[in-house]
């Protein structure tokens, strides 16, 4: 498949490396967490372009930019701050230790937030000589003082972050830190409460493009066999990552429940991105159960409903996954803002629906909202529904929607 780096700035590639080439690397059965990828290794597998992105567009080799994700290295965590302050060090070691242990954030998603905290505290170190901003929070009389120690930091970093995106990325990061530090009891105040003002930032507008209800037709209907329509009920009928769909197992699927009225998959601890939970089928089970049964017939599977006898993992690889979505994409003509979907889009599908779905609940709540005298509702359905009620109002109009959209033609 290709990638349109020339619109990828630096946290854009960072976050690739960590969704897309990581993940790659441990699935070849080589240690991320020591081992950096080759050249050659990065061609043979479609990153080519990535390589020439940092070249082209940013002037780094890749050497240089594993140095400034910090990848592929095995420094104690501790040492990883390059500051010399030790209570500020085990400070900012515990929150990602806690981010990736006791909340079950991904690596994916805090090892880039620890490289913005990383840069913000070395910035916070050269320009103020000091390495401890922790002292300062302690005492309200220090609040103006620090606000301006903060605010020389991002002097810095809105001069060399490129876009509005990579600014509020390391304003929310480190903001988040600091709000970290209040609620532990490290910090009276938060200086970076509304530092975007000291900028006259605007706040950047996130573009989150989705596909349509007729576009989700379109690519099933252009899917050619039972596999690439099995992908596109799994991504836009469930809302899972791409990653989720090719390591879905048997074992996570609970088909005839007791203790629920719908079909779902469960998630375990390492399993998703968010943690464990579970995710109802409202629609596609025929292409579920048709999946199951043509793949029982092989006496070797191994259970996945995607199964590979070459990947290390013994499952397809979201980047196989990819290249089959847009093939799909290609024969049913659908693009968005002028470019080819990716499995992601119809993730945003989903959740734009389910948005819809909820609105329009409140919507039917409204004059039982009236006739009770409540204000919204809401109201109606947060106090005089249980969650079993509403939970059951969502699915219906959910199911409801999603039965209309994979409908063989």
């Not at 040492?79 to 230790?97: A, K, M, P, Q």
Request: glycine share 6%.
């Amino acid at each position: 498949m290709s990638y349109r780096w020339t619109t990828k700035n630096l946290d854009d590639l960072e976050q690739f490396y960590y969704t897309e080439v990581e993940p790659a690397l441990q699935a070849d059965g080589l240690d991320s967490a020591t081992e950096r990828p080759t050249y050659t290794w990065m061609v043979e597998h479609g990153f080519s372009g990535f390589i020439k992105a940092l070249r082209r567009d940013h002037g780094l080799t890749p050497t240089e930019f594993y140095d400034r994700i910090d990848v592929g290295t095995t420094e104690a965590e501790d040492e990883y701050w390059g500051i010399e302050h030790d209570l500020v060090r085990n400070l900012l070691s515990s929150y990602i230790d806690e981010l990736l242990n006791r909340r079950g954030h991904p690596e994916t998603t805090v090892y880039p937030l620890r490289s913005r905290l990383k840069k913000y505290v070395q910035v916070y170190a050269e320009v103020n000589e000091t390495a401890d901003f922790v002292a300062p929070l302690r005492d309200e009389a220090e609040r103006p003082a620090e606000i301006d120690r903060a605010l020389a930091v991002f002097d810095i970093l809105n001069e060399v972050l490129g876009t509005p995106a990579s600014k509020f990325k390391y304003l929310e990061d480190t903001r988040r830190f600091y709000k970290h530090l209040i609620r532990s009891g490290h910090a009276l105040y938060n200086p970076l409460a509304e530092m975007e003002k000291r900028f006259g930032w605007d706040r950047p507008e996130w573009d989150n493009p989705a596909l349509t209800r007729d576009q989700i037709q379109a690519l099933y209907a252009a899917a050619e066999t039972p596999e690439e329509r099995f992908i596109v009920v799994g991504l836009a009928g469930w809302g899972i990552r791409p990653s989720e769909l090719c390591a879905l197992h048997t074992r996570q699927l609970v088909l005839a429940p007791v203790d629920d009225d719908h079909p779902y998959i469960r998630f375990t601890d390492g399993e998703r991105k968010n943690g464990p939970g579970t995710v109802s089928l409202l629609a596609g089970l025929d292409n579920l159960k048709a999946r199951i049964d043509a793949l029982a017939d092989d006496s070797e599977w191994n259970g996945y409903l995607f199964p590979s006898s070459t990947a290390t993992a013994g499952h397809l690889t979201t980047g196989t996954l990819r290249r089959w979505f847009a093939d799909i994409a290609v024969r049913a003509d659908v693009t968005v803002a002028g470019s080819a979907p990716t499995p992601k889009l119809c993730r945003r599908f989903w959740y734009s629906l389910y948005g819809e779905v909820v609105r329009d609940l409140a919507e039917q709540f409204e004059p039982i909202a009236a006739d009770q005298g409540s204000t919204s509702a809401d109201v109606v359905l947060s106090n005089y529904l249980s969650e079993a009620e509403r939970r059951s109002h969502r699915r219906a109009a959910m199911d409801s929607t999603l039965s209309t959209l994979f409908v063989e033609g």
